[in-house]
């Protein structure tokens, strides 16, 4: 009668740990009838089908979704729920006692894991805990645990992929793991018979999203005809919206990194650009290669320029949300002015 508490807010490692046990568990031709999906049932029901007895062979599963029990968050509906007492805790405590041998009951919750609450106390006694924490990530950031997440996924669809294109994906996807996993093995599959991923392939892959780069590069070095041809297929996948809020926040870093550059740019002081990229990668936390591809970017356009841009980009934001200009037609006008 294994009880197991998947929590955190990484719902893909989440949705990928219960297809996991239900492919080890669950046997066919019985896996529908023994595998039980529930939404944060009352105890009734939650009692009567952990005691349940499995079906035919191999194991039974009772999934419960969107559990907030062992949680700090809840949902408005969870917040107007009995407060809990000792005879609350005392169900809670029958029904994981009372879990029916082959039976595996399963609490898949959407926040972190609070060991502090009284109903997690009791859950600790029995329950087997697997954390899935969201790890945070800011574009140009290093994150060790995600990279190697990349890696490891890339070697699931027997390839290898390179520090570049990690650092790419991470920053086009904006480091959602559903969105990396997908990229990795759209790239994994159009590179077969070869087996390594590189900055190249995944330029080439990568989806709309992505391709973002792809206009700012062509808008920076001016290049604004074909820069509107990709807006316009951005524009056809999603709304101005997004591209807009990346755009702001690109323009944000590039105004810091070409500050922090006149800074440390000292007339007569023998830096190398390679050398400032490093001092500036170190003050924000950043990529030195990442810094110095920017700047590399960034050398037709002063900060002056770039303040301006960025409160032209509030301004048409303004505008969408206040009805005096479709989202379809702001970015070009940042474009062409």
Same mark, same amino acid.
């Given at each position: 009668?294994? %009880?197991?508490?998947?929590?955190?807010?990484?719902?893909?490692? %989440?949705?990928?740990?219960?297809?996991?046990?239900?492919?080890?568990? @669950? *046997? +066919?031709?019985?896996?529908?009838?023994?595998? %039980?999906?529930?939404?944060?049932?009352?105890?009734?029901?939650?009692?009567?089908?952990?005691?349940? @007895?499995?079906? =035919?062979? =191999?194991?039974?599963?009772?999934?419960?979704?969107d559990c907030q029990l062992f949680t700090k968050k809840r949902a408005k509906s969870e917040e107007s729920k009995t407060v809990i007492d000792s005879s609350f +805790?005392?169900?809670?405590?029958?029904?994981?006692?009372?879990?029916?041998e082959n039976t595996y009951l399963v609490f898949a919750c959407p926040y972190n894991f609070d060991?502090?609450?009284?109903?997690?106390? *009791?859950?600790?006694?029995?329950?087997?805990?697997?954390?899935?924490?969201?790890?945070?990530?800011?574009? =140009?950031?290093?994150?060790?645990?995600?990279?190697?997440?990349?890696?490891?996924?890339?070697?699931?669809? =027997?390839?290898?992929i390179d520090d570049a294109a990690i650092h790419y994906l991470l920053a086009a996807t904006e480091a959602s793991l559903r969105k990396l996993s997908s990229e990795i093995e759209k790239a994994a599959l159009y590179i077969l018979p070869k087996t390594t991923i590189t900055y190249g392939v995944v330029i080439?892959?990568?989806?709309?999203?992505?391709?973002?780069?792809?206009?700012?590069d062509l808008w920076l070095n001016g290049?604004?005809?074909?820069?509107?041809?990709?807006?316009? +297929? @951005?524009?056809?996948?999603?709304?101005?919206i997004p591209i807009l809020a990346a755009l702001q926040t690109m323009l944000s870093k590039w105004i810091k990194l070409k500050a922090l550059y006149e800074e440390y740019n000292i007339p007569g002081k023998a830096n190398s650009p390679s050398q400032i990229a490093k001092q500036i990668a170190s003050?924000?936390?950043?990529?030195?290669?990442?810094?110095?591809?920017?700047?590399?970017?960034?050398?037709?356009?002063?900060?002056?320029?770039?303040? +301006?841009?960025?409160?032209q980009l509030t301004r048409l934001e303004y505008s969408i949300k206040t009805g005096q200009i479709p989202d379809s037609h702001a970015l070009s006008f940042f474009v062409l002015n």
């Open positions: 009668m294994p %009880i197991t508490i998947l929590a955190g807010e990484e719902d893909f490692e %989440i949705s990928r740990r219960i297809a996991e046990l239900k492919s080890t568990l @669950l *046997v +066919e031709p019985w896996h529908t009838i023994n595998f %039980i999906k529930l939404n944060n049932p009352d105890f009734s029901v939650l009692s009567e089908n952990a005691a349940s @007895l499995v079906f =035919g062979k =191999g194991k039974r599963i009772v999934l419960v979704e +805790e005392e169900a809670f405590s029958a029904i994981l006692i009372g879990v029916s060991s502090s609450l009284r109903l997690s106390k *009791v859950a600790l006694k029995l329950a087997k805990i697997e954390e899935f924490p969201k790890e945070k990530y800011f574009p =140009g950031a290093r994150s060790a645990k995600l990279e190697a997440w990349c890696r490891n996924e890339a070697k699931k669809f =027997g390839a290898t080439e892959t990568c989806s709309s999203q992505g391709h973002i780069f792809e206009f700012v290049h604004t005809g074909r820069a509107l041809n990709v807006l316009q +297929e @951005l524009l056809a996948q999603q709304s101005a003050e924000l936390k950043l990529l030195p290669f990442s810094v110095e591809k920017d700047l590399q970017r960034l050398q037709k356009h002063n900060i002056t320029s770039l303040v +301006e841009k960025r409160l």
